[in-house]
């Protein structure tokens, strides 16, 4: 059998919640105990194979390497900030698909940035992974062992005091987490388990472009994660040529949906306006947005262009970002500009793939 086919055949073990990684090792004769520290091993210590597990019983090490695997990607490159605290990652997956995961360190917290695919079909007209087009969904032990890596990344960091944790995941790197909705759920089920991870709830952010009914369906399953809403623009003409994927799920159909989610779980949702100069920056724009989500508990979240080869927008001047800001806290919405990381490394989703993709072209015979 061709050593991919018995690859795939095998257990990702980073793609089991607890439950079922207990209930696997109880199938195969081993104790509580021994489920509870593989679980340790994995997502406590972010172990990188069954070598070093030294207090599994041995059969069960021998189990774990004939039957199940741990999905590590290979870091293809990586860049760090001049700032030394946004660290970009190029990991190469099983099949040779590229996706990125960011590490943002800030003064209380880090933060990691993780993909749900390799690319993104929606195509949005600003973003480089829009530009770039789909490959494929990520499993949950993708997405999971995104984690893992980055918490394996603080160890040491701190010297010889504690280890720094990974506090906080945002489901903002490449792809649209609904579109790949089993898969993420069981991701974020994996990552807030307490005794793994233990990433909190609240500091679970999931960033969707605008798939009605994902949104629905997180609101019916009262799933236990923040929603921030791509909006970008508040008409739907204007939308739609920002964002394709407004075609086929309109604005007001959207804005239905963000009511009925915010309703049905009592939640407020978070919607992301990036800035383009002279597209939808102006006063008249501000109010639109206002008006639009009015009566909703909203957080607006004003987000700088990051520049792209294939987008010919510019960044709105700071004089229009102040006046945006001013006009939407004049109608009580709570407005925040998010903090420009990692500018000098592309850090904006999928600028790094796109360079190592074109330095590649460029050195093809």
């Known amino acids: 059998m061709p050593a991919t086919a018995v690859a795939s055949s095998k257990i ?15 199938a195969w004769g081993f104790s ?26 041995p059969r069960l090490q021998t189990q774990l390497a004939s039957h199940a695997r741990l999905e590590l990607p290979e870091v293809a490159g990586e860049n760090s900030s001049s700032d030394g605290l946004t660290r970009k990652y190029l990991l190469r997956l099983a ?23 390799a690319g993104c079909a929606l195509g949005c007209v600003f973003c480089a992974t829009g530009q770039r087009g789909f490959d494929r969904n990520l499993t949950a032990g993708e997405i999971v062992a995104q984690a893992l890596h980055i918490q394996r990344s603080l160890f040491g960091v701190t010297g010889s005091g504690p280890p720094e944790r990974l506090r906080n995941i945002v489901l903002m790197g490449m792809g649209e987490p609904l579109l790949n909705y089993d898969a993420v ?30 949104i629905v369906r997180l609101a019916d399953e009262a799933r236990p994660c923040s929603l921030a809403v791509s909006l970008h623009a508040a008409t739907q003409e204007q939308r739609a040529a920002l964002v394709p994927a407004a075609k086929t799920w309109p604005l007001d159909e959207l804005i239905e949906a963000c009511r009925y989610y915010t309703q049905k779980l009592d939640r407020r949702i978070f919607f992301e306006w990036t800035l383009i100069d002279g597209q939808n920056d ?6 639109c947005l206002a008006q639009l989500v009015r009566g909703m508990p909203a957080h607006i979240n004003l987000i700088p262009l990051n520049r792209t080869a294939g987008f010919d927008g510019q960044p709105t001047l700071s004089a229009a970002t102040t006046r945006f800001q001013a006009i939407l806290r004049e109608h009580g919405l709570p407005v925040t500009f998010r903090q420009r990381r990692g500018l000098d490394i592309a850090a904006g989703c999928g ?15």
Request: glycine share 6%; charged share 25%.
């Open 12 to 26: 990702d073990l980073f793609g089991l919640t607890r439950d079922e990684l207990f209930a696997l090792v109880a």
């Open 32 to 57: 509580a105990a021994s489920a509870a520290r593989l679980w340790r091993y994995l997502h406590r210590e972010a172990a990188t194979s069954v070598d070093g597990m030294d207090e599994l019983p």
């Open 95 to 117: 099949g040779g698909h590229e996706i990125e995961t960011v590490r943002m360190r800030y003064r209380d917290r880090v933060t990691a940035c993780l993909s749900t695919q």
């Open 185 to 214: 759920m069981q991701a974020i089920d994996i990552l807030r388990d307490p005794a793994g991870l233990a990433i909190a709830n609240k500091r679970i952010t999931l960033s969707t472009v605008g798939v009605v009914p994902g």
């Open 282 to 287: 102006s006063p008249e724009e501000a109010r």
């Open 351 to 365: 600028q790094l793939a796109g360079a190592v993709a074109n330095r590649a072209l460029a050195i093809t015979p």
